[in-house]
């Protein structure tokens, strides 16, 4: 419990309608999109201004209090979960596109803008800021940059950081200091913004974001195909970009969640299918249209089940019924384990298919969905935290998964980041020096370890990092 | 864990609160969100608040303004992968407290006492529009600045004037088409507080459009407030089953019930949804609910009339006229394409869409009652949407949103006239 005397500063600093200190506040602020992380903090503040968010960090330092920056809450590690209290700095109010600047191809935003807000003012001018988390309708700009978030387009287009020109970042003393700038070719120094993009609030809060746009796309066409089983579907898509179609999207959902898309496929073939594949080809309107008859003709190679969308209408059912799986799986079990490991493309069916004989052997649950076509994963292991022997089987079984990943060249988290829930496997996924590093550059930018305490690196610290650590009082 | 039985209503819709993933796409949505920016106010942190409630860790009253903080627009329903309803929970557990804690004072007397004695409420209302007279100054047309009895909707809001008539004091009971006419249905009327009290003018359009276009329509005087401040509002679901079971017996005998307000079609369609506790209720009300028809969709899908029945009065002909889709019309009724349908058909007026017609514009009765300021924010962007049409006239279909857009508009100096789709007919 911090001292009321901070809780009456922070009042001051930013105003008594920007702080929040009542129980059922804190409570509000005590989860994230995680159902295995929960901790409330003593005290919310939502500064309106950089010069605030500097204000409270640095009376935060001087009294030792652990800050927990915060956008949408909608990550998936734990990462703004206040696992150590203390004052949760949440950006939502920090929310003014200050600048879409259409000649130079950049945009100025602050960290709280919600992207899907962003994205409608983008659209508007006929731009197009590529990332895309599928939690656009709540996530923030601020939280995009800290987990450099990446979605299905980022196939084609790559993720977060290939888009952060500058960044202006608050460190845990208060300083506030400009990284980067306004152009995409900048040699001035170390990279210091690509520091803090997938920084996950360790490091300092992100106050503004300069990034990079793109023209948007004059036309889009969605193919979608169902396979038998996993391997033809990867095959397919390697022998799609084997054939010299990038698309931009490739996404792909198994069984498990195909109830979201009853209606919209027939019942004959989802019943008979394993996988859905969805892809989506974008650009001038000619080149779409040549590469989807590639696309279907690769496709029809493996499958007799395929199908264009007319128009963005019908595109817009099957793509809102993939972003339906985190929600359409979470309710298959009490808790699941969500995975994000990335292994190379062709190693996609022997990742599965190792993956699935693990399940097997921990009798677990096993459901597959992501972005194939990056060879980004979310295999979910479901299960029930309230049954500590399944709970535990469960537990067995990612590790084994995430042994398969690494073993297969890939990495432990495609775009989820570490936070609370992947940091016992950090050390089996980075080279020892490389942490090294790591602790050393957090030492120089926050000394005091006030930013986000507790998160990516297991601490050999006193409070036991719980799952089931419940503390809604504070 | 509290006992259940502290929380029956809510116990009911279980299934909503734990369909819930957090996935946080309810966000963008969430008008109250829009605004505040908090956890505490979106979907996702009212059902977290509610699962805390019944978990025991916070308490009915560190929850109660939280919840009370929401217009049950149902906008994140509608983007929610899951489906779940969030209204429901939040209806649920404000009727849990107000089981377990009361009502505070002005709403036990008002809710309890005024709302379902029909005739007492009037005169009330009658009283409190002398005293506004007297005391307070007339501002543009009928627009007045309104306080005392309705300081509570008040607080500075441009009200129009309570009607010198009321509806139920100027149409008979049973009003046939004119002579010549041939009665195709015989309908009945339910008129709502508003179109009653404040404006009769379009009860009276609607039972002569509704005549002479072959329908006889009866106005049953054992009508009465449609109960959506009692029940849904303040929670109250005991009084609220009283007025239920009030309106089910007045409409007994009528095939279909025509409203002219998408908050009480709504809220009487879901009597069964919350109110319905005994086996003959739950008949009763699901009947009900199945005779319940928004004018425009009983003009629409019942009368099918031709684009020729809806002659436009002559001061709105030429006009550009945009609409404002009510929460509980598209959303609650899935009223949607029949008054746009109406407002496209018809060559005397220029018809343009509003960008974001179906977001909730903050009026949400009590809601906008106990949080004006809060409630004025959100009717800002639809006043902005309504200022891009270019339009000169609004038309809806909820008196409730007509209130909301008439005090948005004068807030802003704005010229359009606000009314009810039908008052645009002759
Ligand atoms: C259904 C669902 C689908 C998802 N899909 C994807 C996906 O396709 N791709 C993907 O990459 N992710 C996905 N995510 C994860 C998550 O939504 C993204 O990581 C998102 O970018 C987080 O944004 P946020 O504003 O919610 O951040 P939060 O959850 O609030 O915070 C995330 C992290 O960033 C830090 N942070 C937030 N703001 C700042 C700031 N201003 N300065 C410094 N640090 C800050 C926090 O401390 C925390 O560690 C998904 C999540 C859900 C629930
Ligand atoms: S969209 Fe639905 S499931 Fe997701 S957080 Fe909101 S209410 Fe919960
Ligand atoms: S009903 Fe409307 S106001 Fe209430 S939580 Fe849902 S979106 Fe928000």
Not at chain 1, 81 to 108: Q, S, Y
Not at chain 1, 330 to 339: G, L
Not at chain 2, 68 to 96: H, I, M, Q
Request: net charge neutral; proline share 5%.
């Amino acid at each position: 419990m911090i001292d009321s005397n901070i809780i009456d500063r922070l009042r001051r600093i930013a105003g008594n309608e920007n702080v929040l200190a009542a129980r059922e506040d804190l409570l509000a602020y005590s989860y994230d999109a995680t159902n295995t992380w929960k901790h409330a903090p003593d005290v919310v503040v939502l500064p309106v201004n950089v010069a605030q968010v500097s204000e409270i960090l640095r009376l935060a330092s001087e009294n030792r209090v652990p800050v927990t920056p915060r956008g949408g809450g909608t990550n998936v590690s734990g990462g703004s979960v206040p696992i150590k209290g203390g004052i949760v700095l949440c950006t939502t109010r920090l929310d003014r596109i200050i600048e879409i600047n259409r000649a130079n191809l950049h945009a100025v935003v602050e960290p709280g803008v919600v992207l899907q807000d962003f994205n409608t003012a983008l659209a508007r001018q006929g731009l197009f800021f590529p990332p895309d988390p599928q939690s656009f309708a709540g996530c923030t700009m601020g939280g995009v940059v800290a987990e450099n978030s990446g979605g299905p387009s980022c196939l084609k287009y790559g993720v977060t950081r290939q888009y952060v020109l500058g960044l202006e970042v608050v460190l845990a003393d208060g300083t506030v200091v400009k990284l980067g700038g306004l152009t995409p070719k900048n040699r001035t120094g170390y990279e210091l913004a690509m520091l803090f993009t997938g920084s996950e609030g360790t490091l300092g809060v992100i106050s503004r974001i300069i990034l990079r746009l793109l023209p948007a796309p004059k036309a889009s066409r969605t193919i979608v195909a169902a396979f038998d089983d996993v391997a033809t579907a990867g095959e397919t898509v390697s022998s799609i970009i084997a054939g010299s179609v990038l698309p931009s999207k490739v996404e792909f959902v198994d069984n498990w969640t195909f109830e979201k898309f009853r209606g919209l496929l027939p019942d004959e073939t989802l019943d008979s299918s394993q996988v859905i594949l969805l892809i989506q080809v974008d650009g001038l309107p000619e080149t779409v249209e040549a590469e989807t008859q590639l696309v279907e003709a690769t496709c029809q190679q493996n499958t007799p089940w395929i199908k264009v969308a007319v128009d963005s209408t019908e595109a817009e059912r099957y793509w809102q019924a993939r972003r339906a799986h985190f929600s359409d799986i979470s309710s298959r079990a009490h808790t699941i384990v969500n995975e994000d490991v990335s292994v190379p493309r062709d190693k996609i069916a022997e990742f599965i298919r190792l993956s699935q004989e693990s399940a097997r052997r921990h009798d677990v649950p096993i459901s597959f969905a992501g972005h194939v076509g990056d060879g980004n994963f979310h295999p979910v292991v479901l299960t029930d935290n309230r049954d500590r022997e399944h709970y535990q089987r469960a537990l067995m079984c990612v590790d084994e998964i995430i042994e398969t990943a690494l073993s297969l060249g890939g990495v432990l988290s495609g775009e989820h980041g570490i936070g609370l829930e992947k940091q016992r496997f950090l050390k089996k996924a980075l080279d020892p020096a490389a942490i090294n590093i790591m602790k050393k550059i957090k030492d120089v930018l926050d000394p005091l370890h006030i930013l986000n305490p507790g998160k990516i690196w297991e601490e050999d610290s006193k409070i036991p990092l719980n799952p089931f650590r419940v503390n809604p009082s504070g | 864990m509290k006992s259940n039985t502290d929380f029956q209503q809510i116990e009911r819709f279980k299934e909503d609160l734990d369909r819930c993933t957090k996935c946080g796409f309810c966000m963008a949505s969430c008008p109250v969100y829009r605004e505040e920016r908090t956890e505490g106010s979106v979907a996702r942190g009212k059902i977290m608040l509610v699962r805390a409630l019944l978990d025991g860790e916070i308490t009915a009253d560190e929850m109660a303004e939280q919840l009370d903080r929401c217009t049950l627009c149902l906008a994140c329903t509608e983007n929610c992968p899951a489906g779940t309803r969030v209204p429901s929970v939040v209806a649920a557990a404000r009727a849990d407290k107000v089981r377990l804690k009361g009502l505070s004072f002005p709403y036990r007397l008002v809710y309890r006492w005024l709302l379902p004695r029909r005739r007492m409420f009037g005169y009330t209302l009658r009283l409190a529009s002398w005293f506004q007279g007297i005391f307070l100054p007339r501002t543009e047309g009928t627009i007045r600045h309104l306080s005392f009895f309705l300081s509570a909707l008040g607080k500075g809001r441009h009200i129009p004037q309570i009607a010198p008539r009321f509806l139920r004091q100027t149409v008979p009971e049973v009003n046939k088409p004119p002579a010549g006419v041939a009665v195709k249905y015989t309908v009945g009327y339910f008129t709502g507080c508003m179109t009653d009290f404040v404006f009769p003018e379009l009860g009276e359009k609607i039972v002569s459009f509704l005549n002479r276009n072959g329908v006889a329509v009866v106005v049953p005087r054992g009508q009465g407030c449609c109960g959506a401040p009692v029940f849904l509002g303040a929670g109250d679901f005991a009084t609220g089953r009283r007025m239920a079971d009030a309106n089910v017996k007045a409409f007994k005998e009528l095939d279909y019930i025509i409203t002219d307000c998408a908050t009480c079609a709504s809220a009487m369609k879901d009597y069964v949804r919350f109110l319905a506790d005994t086996d003959e209720r739950k008949r009763d009300y699901a009947a009900y609910a199945g005779r319940i028809k928004d004018i425009t969709e009983f003009l629409v899908d019942v009368l099918k009339l031709p684009p020729s029945a809806y002659r436009v009065a002559p001061e709105y002909r030429g006009k550009t006229v945009t609409w404002h889709e009510p929460c509980h019309l598209g959303r609650y009724l899935g009223v949607r394409e029949q008054p746009r349908q109406i407002l496209k058909s018809i060559p005397d007026i220029k018809y343009v869409e509003m960008p974001d017609a179906a977001r909730c514009c903050g009026m949400a009765g009590t809601f906008s009652i106990n949080f004006y300021e809060l409630s004025k924010k959100i009717a800002d962007k639809k006043v902005a949407s309504i200022a891009a049409t270019g339009a000169g006239i609004v038309v809806t279909g909820c008196p409730g949103c007509e209130l909301q857009l008439i005090d948005g508009t004068r807030r802003h100096n704005m010229p359009q006239k606000v009314m009810h789709i039908m008052e645009l007919f002759e």
